[in-house]
């Protein structure tokens, strides 16, 4: 995460996502103010899942004292515009990985789609309860499975989340030496 005084300097790479996903709002008629971009540039520099309240103290300053609101009304824009997804199990927000690179923009695989009035917006997560690192994931079997299940129920679908709990690979690793030290412990005849 770039250390920064002025809360509005991102990364370069940051910068660039920034002007992505700033053309797509003005593809589907949104409008980028300073307040959303700031706190998507926000979202994307975190390292982990962020609240809304972080955000909040990240953008004050000793001349600026914005009220949880005006976060709210951000984050409820960038999440339907589709450039933010919410974990709901950490009450946090990630930015969508998908939409800030170059996909195309009516792929039929790809997790964001707009059909007539509506956009269904879909994603998958893979969240690890030790170090709450997320990783977005999409799959286009587990959408299709998804609409077919809808189909089948006469259910329209506008949005799905799919939240995985476990251990990220770093710290199942981590976990392993500590599993086999615990079961030689309880089981020593094992040994």
């Given at each position: 995460?770039?250390?920064?005084?002025?809360?509005?300097?991102?990364?370069?790479?940051?910068?660039?996502?920034?002007?992505?996903?700033e053309?797509?709002?003005?593809?589907?008629?949104?409008?980028?103010?300073?307040?959303?971009?700031?706190?998507?540039?926000?979202?994307?520099?975190?390292?982990?899942?962020?609240?809304?309240?972080?955000?909040?103290?990240?953008?004050?300053?000793?001349?600026?004292?914005?009220?949880?609101?005006?976060?709210?009304?951000?984050?409820?824009?960038?999440?339907e515009?589709?450039?933010?997804?919410?974990i709901?199990?950490?009450?946090?927000?990630?930015?969508?990985?998908?939409?800030?690179?170059?996909?195309?923009?009516?792929?039929?695989?790809?997790?964001?789609?707009?059909?007539?009035?509506?956009?269904?917006?879909?994603?998958?997560?893979?969240?690890?309860?030790?170090?709450?690192?997320?990783?977005?994931?999409?799959?286009?079997?587990?959408?299709?499975?998804?609409?077919?299940?809808?189909?089948?129920?006469?259910?329209?679908?506008?949005?799905?989340s799919?939240?995985?709990?476990?251990?990220?690979?770093?710290?199942?690793?981590?976990?392993?030496?500590?599993?086999?030290?615990?079961?030689?412990?309880?089981?020593?005849?094992?040994?």
């Open positions: 995460m770039t250390d920064r005084t002025n809360p509005t300097e991102f990364s370069p790479s940051t910068l660039i996502r920034l002007e992505r996903a053309a797509l709002c003005a593809r589907l008629g949104g409008r980028m103010t300073q307040q959303r971009r700031e706190i998507l540039g926000l979202i994307l520099d975190a390292e982990t899942p962020v609240g809304a309240y972080d955000l909040l103290e990240k953008i004050k300053t000793p001349d600026r004292r914005p009220a949880p609101p005006t976060v709210y009304r951000a984050l409820d824009f960038l999440l515009h589709g450039l933010i997804h919410r709901e199990r950490l009450s946090a927000f990630v930015p969508c990985t998908h939409l800030m690179q170059d996909a195309p923009a009516h792929d039929p695989d790809h997790c964001h789609e707009h059909d007539h009035d509506t956009c269904l917006h879909t994603a998958q997560f893979l969240i690890c309860r030790t170090c709450k690192a997320v990783t977005e994931i999409a799959e286009s079997s587990v959408l299709s499975t998804l609409r077919d299940i809808c189909r089948d129920q006469n259910f329209v679908m506008q949005g799905a799919v939240e995985v709990i476990g251990l990220c690979a770093d710290c199942a690793a981590k976990a392993r030496p500590a599993r086999k030290a615990a079961h030689k412990q309880a089981d020593p005849a094992s040994s």
